[in-house]
């Protein structure tokens, strides 16, 4: 268990390394978009149906259905866009058989899932409802892969037109009056692969044809999203844009922090040091292909008018031993909270191009923020991933203000398959051993992330251009990086807010029988540097006003 305690003096830990931060706090000019904490809910596993369904008739306490603690979940994490219904899922999804009664609604198999039978009790009104109730943006993605051009108009025309037309004659007979807001719409998901395995000639015909008959009713304005690349193929981005272009508002981009070592993906909670840290070096990887992807998008459109999406991203692990395959459940320790708190570092330096990213996926899925079971009433846990993004929360909608960063850096393997190869040069990249982003909220609060991901060093930080009269933040961390959060012990890695009013105090962090210390002063007067001694393995979000 984490205890936290203030302490009056500043000491420098004896094993620190030395890193320092300027921040440009007058060079800030673009925003960081909320959709940056984009979520995404999937048919898939227990995502849906246990996870954030559990029907009205249950005795797990719900509204309407929807669970009652997974609500006030995502409510107090902000959650500003969920993309739905897939996935793969997606384009095998014929929006018709998931409306009217629920009692009448034709069953499906999901073949990309394990297989399992889909009762349709959740469709169209069901998670467009979720979205008013937790107050975010619905991101529709359409069928293309299965479906047909007339089938996603109506889709369209059903949940967004006020008139006196068919679609939405429907919709009424359903019982919905009033027609809902819907602004993104993806017109395909991985269309070169479970999407249709698609040339990106044949699908860029295909959008263009599809997005042509999405049409804007009653005030209601679609950002559409075409089907873009997957990780480093730099090609499907070219294609598109040069034979798209502007029919599109956004293209996506996905990218896992998966190793696809010889049959296994690994363990999500079994793992070396070297392991770890390998894994953080694939998921700021991502940088690199977001820059590429940038730069070939630059060429036809200086602007940046077309946003970069990144609606699939987070960590993919084995499943968990004893739970249903294909179902892609997995648990989420402290690396799983570094990857998140790293890319979402990343997405920040790049929101002049990156317009939202969804990561995959919000309960029961792969990295996601909520676990939850349906036994004796149903139980709900945070994940450590869930903690990283409730305290981000702050840069959503901020100005990112750049930053130069220097510090350690240790050597790590550049990918596992590759190291098979004795001929391979680039077996190694180096991983900085630091994590910081910062931001300017609108009444002049300064927000501040860092990270230490080294496992046994603290750092210590000295940062330029840091000043204010109060402070207030939380860190994250945990006596094993290892460490997990279950139903049996749901808050074993959990954050901690602290607070002060004077610059000079500082924080100190008593974990276990190991004694490490989170310690900040603030500078006292212009020219000052604020000092910051990080503990190992720790994330910290604080607020200077």
Known sequence: MTTFALAAAFALSANAQDATVTIHASEGTQKI????????AEHLGTCIYGGLWVGPESDIPNTDGYRNDVLQALKDLKVPVL?????CFADEYHWRDGIGPRSERPKMQNNNWGGTIEDNSFGTHEFLNLCELIGCEPYISGN?????????????EYMTSEGDTPMAK????????????VKYLGVGNESWGCGGNMRPEYYSDLYRRYQTYCRNYDGNRLYKIASGASDYDYNWTRVLMKQVGGQMNGV???YYTVSGWNGSKGSALVYDNDEYYWTLGKCLEIEDVIKKHAAIMDESDPQKRIGLMVDEWGTWWDEEPGTVRGHLYQQNTMRDAFVAALSLNVFHRHCDRVRMANIAQVVNVLQSMILTDTKDGGHMVLTPTYHVFQMYTPFQEATYLPLDLQCAETSVRHDMRKQMDPNNEQGHRTLPLVSA???????????????????DKSQEISIDGLSGATIEGSILSAADVRDYNDFEHPTRVAPVKFQNSKPGKSVEVSMGKKKQSLKINLAKKKGDKAKVVLPPASIVVFCVK
Not at 83 to 87: A, Q
Not at 438 to 455: E, F
Request: hydrophobic fraction near 35%; aromatic fraction near 8%.
């Open 83 to 87: 993309r739905w219904p897939g996935g």
């Open 144 to 156: 293309v892969g299965s479906g047909t051009v007339e089938e996603l108009a109506k889709w369209v």
């Open 170 to 181: 429907l919709r009424r007979q359903n019982g919905r009056d009033k027609a809902w807001k």
């Open 437 to 455: 982003s910062a931001a300017k909220i609108k009444d002049g609060t300064l927000v501040v992330s860092l990270s230490n991901v080294s496992l």
């Open 33 to 40: 978009h909320k959709e940056i904490y984009g979520q995404f």
């Open 252 to 254: 996506s981009l996905h």
